[in-house]
């Protein structure tokens, strides 16, 4: 039970610095280039955000039934589903014309960094708990 505690306090650190990130980011845009840049970067984020939200729901929903596990290609079915669900949702956000390809790679980018950056926080934390 210990471990479940301490991997939700891991994903809740996550979702607050990609949300932290994603102001930061999208303020950053509107700043510094224009708001049409700054939207993009936030449409990215979005896109990602519930992405990863989806991703934990299929997960939990997936683990919290030990004796009724799927099978692996039903889990792998879900998941590409939601994948190409995401490129499609890119895909017509850009093809529409609402944003242009580098605000939405910076916003689609702020997982993997709220990723890295607690990652890295985590080792930080890890080591000096050490000594």
Request: zero cysteines; hydrophobic letters at 55%; aromatic letters at 12%.
């Amino acid at each position: 039970m210990a471990q479940t505690d301490e991997s939700d306090r891991l994903l809740q650190r996550i979702e607050m610095v990609s949300a932290i990130l994603l102001i930061t980011l999208t303020g950053g845009a509107a700043a510094w280039f224009s708001w049409n840049t700054a939207f993009g970067v936030l449409i990215g984020g979005a896109i990602v955000v519930v992405s990863f939200q989806i991703l934990k729901w299929q997960l939990r929903r997936t683990l919290q039934r030990p004796g009724k596990l799927p099978s692996r290609a039903a889990i792998f079915l879900s998941y590409y589903l939601r994948f190409l669900a995401v490129l499609f949702v890119v895909f017509l956000v850009m093809y529409l014309g609402l944003v242009k390809p580098f605000p939405i790679l910076a916003g689609l980018s702020v997982m993997v960094l709220s990723i890295v950056l607690v990652g890295v926080f985590e080792f930080f934390k890890m080591k000096k708990e050490e000594s």
